[in-house]
């Protein structure tokens, strides 16, 4: 149950084959979240916002720069990717980030507005990728796996 929980709509499962009609096809979602974001905080007030989703999960308001956090992280890993060959990226402790003192308590619409920000330009990074450089990757230095940006394009519109 908890793991319906904290995944509601299943973790991400990948297809077996990524191409570039379907990388732009998540770059829509990509580059819609930061607006269906927006309107469904608006609907929370601050009461709402510092209770957890979930037990003893994070709160709406944890959840919301955890977001920012995370897609920033990714925007990085992206330009790395196509800049480098191969890159180690410098890995982050989401758990540890969300319980710092801004992340409990900052105003939610800082996180929106770096979103916006982010997702414009992260969107068009996604929007002139080639099928070459969905095949591009990073090194994640905690498991050593590689993952490419084909498959990182799936896995932040299944994040967001």
């Not at 973790?11 to 979602?29: G, H, R, V």
């Not at 196509?82 to 989401?94: F, Q, S, V």
């Not at 900052?106 to 070459?132: C, F, K, N, T």
Request: hydrophobic letters at 40%.
């Amino acid at each position: 149950m908890a793991l319906d929980l904290q995944y509601p709509i299943g973790k991400f499962q990948p297809p077996a084959t990524i191409d570039l009609a379907q990388a732009q096809a998540w770059n829509s979602e990509i580059t819609s979240l930061p607006l269906r974001l927006r309107a469904a905080a608006e609907q929370l007030d601050e009461a709402a916002l510092d209770r957890p989703y979930r037990p003893g999960g994070w709160t709406k308001r944890q959840v919301i720069h955890h977001v920012a956090d995370s897609h920033t992280n990714a925007y990085l890993r992206f330009k790395w990717t196509l800049a480098e060959d191969r890159p180690l990226i410098k890995a982050y402790n989401e758990k540890d980030w969300a319980e710092l003192p801004e992340a409990k308590s900052a105003p939610i619409d800082i996180s929106l507005r770096m979103l916006e920000g982010i997702h414009a330009r992260w969107s068009q990074v996604i929007a002139h990728l080639s099928a070459a450089d969905l095949q591009r990757y990073f090194v994640h230095p905690e498991d050593g796996l590689h993952y490419t940006l084909g498959h990182c394009v799936g896995m932040y519109c299944w994040h967001g």
